[in-house]
């Protein structure tokens, strides 16, 4: 059995439910009515355009024009990321980009390549999800981080100039900062695995289900699809700390100006 298509006047009707959160934020003048309404827009013309081109890629399926849209997305994730981290250009771009870029090749080519065993790993259909997986997996949990590692680093500096004053390295002086990140964005997605399929079914494995997919074929991809975002988070995280590091300290190991609002 196929998945069942929705018809838009039906889509319709169900987006009528939206009228219960927004009904809500309005009535405790929360503010947030305006940015719901704008937000639904422009996820409902994004997700129509972005199936417009998928339809089209996949068609096509051209390895180039795959990895060509890995890298538009590696793009966008850079300027979102430059946005809800307030740190400079100079500062996270590159290492963010690299990071993803990185991250996503090596983790998603492993699962493709030697866990799925395809003979073509650039097959739209597996290349771009996977990928598309791993890129909004990656870019809210590196925005947490970046945040709780710079705001602890401004908010401690004494005590990391203290530990750098005792001798401490630069890793060993930012270590405490880099755990703290850590705990702050992974702690929800460790609890998350923790009760998977327990208290709540993931929304990769009821797509498959609803999909025609056998319950067994689905968990075990949704086994994957957290291992491999955990993993490219983890690892994308790592990279971008790597290399921003050099731009955010000087030569002393003195935290620099890195968010826009103290760049003068």
């Given at each position: 059995m196929g998945t069942i298509d929705i018809s838009y006047l039906h889509l319709l009707i169900g987006l009528l439910l939206?009228?219960?959160?927004v009904y809500y934020l309005w009535k405790y003048k929360t503010g947030l009515v305006k940015a719901t309404l704008i937000g639904t827009l422009?996820?409902?013309v994004q997700l129509f355009l972005i199936g417009m081109y998928l339809k089209y890629l996949f068609l096509w399926d051209k390895p180039w024009i795959n990895f060509l849209w890995v890298i538009i997305m590696v793009f966008v994730a850079g300027q979102t990321a430059l946005v809800r981290t307030g740190l400079k250009r100079s500062v996270l771009l590159v290492p963010f980009s690299i990071g993803f870029l990185c991250s996503?090749?090596?983790v998603g080519l492993y699962f493709i390549g030697i866990v799925l065993q395809l003979d073509n790993i650039f097959s739209a259909q597996y290349f771009i999800p996977i990928f598309g997986i791993l890129m909004g997996n990656m870019l809210s949990s590196n925005v947490i981080a970046l945040n709780?590692?710079?705001?602890g680093l401004k908010r401690e500096e004494?005590?990391?100039r203290y530990l750098l004053g005792n001798g401490a390295t630069r890793q060993e002086a930012q270590a405490p900062f880099i755990k703290q990140a850590l705990i702050k964005s992974f702690s929800p997605l460790i609890a998350n695995i923790a009760?998977?399929?327990l208290v709540a079914l993931p929304g990769t494995m009821i797509g498959q289900i609803l999909g025609g997919s056998s319950p067994n074929v689905a968990i075990k991809y949704q086994?994957?699809?957290?291992?491999i975002t955990f993993t490219a988070s983890m690892l994308s995280l790592m990279i971008t700390?790597?290399?921003a590091a050099h731009k955010s300290f000087d030569s002393y190991g003195k935290l620099l100006p890195v968010t826009k609002d103290n760049a003068k």
């Amino acid at each position: 059995m196929g998945t069942i298509d929705i018809s838009y006047l039906h889509l319709l009707i169900g987006l009528l439910l939206l009228v219960i959160p927004v009904y809500y934020l309005w009535k405790y003048k929360t503010g947030l009515v305006k940015a719901t309404l704008i937000g639904t827009l422009r996820m409902i013309v994004q997700l129509f355009l972005i199936g417009m081109y998928l339809k089209y890629l996949f068609l096509w399926d051209k390895p180039w024009i795959n990895f060509l849209w890995v890298i538009i997305m590696v793009f966008v994730a850079g300027q979102t990321a430059l946005v809800r981290t307030g740190l400079k250009r100079s500062v996270l771009l590159v290492p963010f980009s690299i990071g993803f870029l990185c991250s996503a090749v090596v983790v998603g080519l492993y699962f493709i390549g030697i866990v799925l065993q395809l003979d073509n790993i650039f097959s739209a259909q597996y290349f771009i999800p996977i990928f598309g997986i791993l890129m909004g997996n990656m870019l809210s949990s590196n925005v947490i981080a970046l945040n709780t590692f710079y705001s602890g680093l401004k908010r401690e500096e004494q005590m990391y100039r203290y530990l750098l004053g005792n001798g401490a390295t630069r890793q060993e002086a930012q270590a405490p900062f880099i755990k703290q990140a850590l705990i702050k964005s992974f702690s929800p997605l460790i609890a998350n695995i923790a009760v998977m399929g327990l208290v709540a079914l993931p929304g990769t494995m009821i797509g498959q289900i609803l999909g025609g997919s056998s319950p067994n074929v689905a968990i075990k991809y949704q086994m994957m699809i957290m291992v491999i975002t955990f993993t490219a988070s983890m690892l994308s995280l790592m990279i971008t700390i790597k290399l921003a590091a050099h731009k955010s300290f000087d030569s002393y190991g003195k935290l620099l100006p890195v968010t826009k609002d103290n760049a003068k």
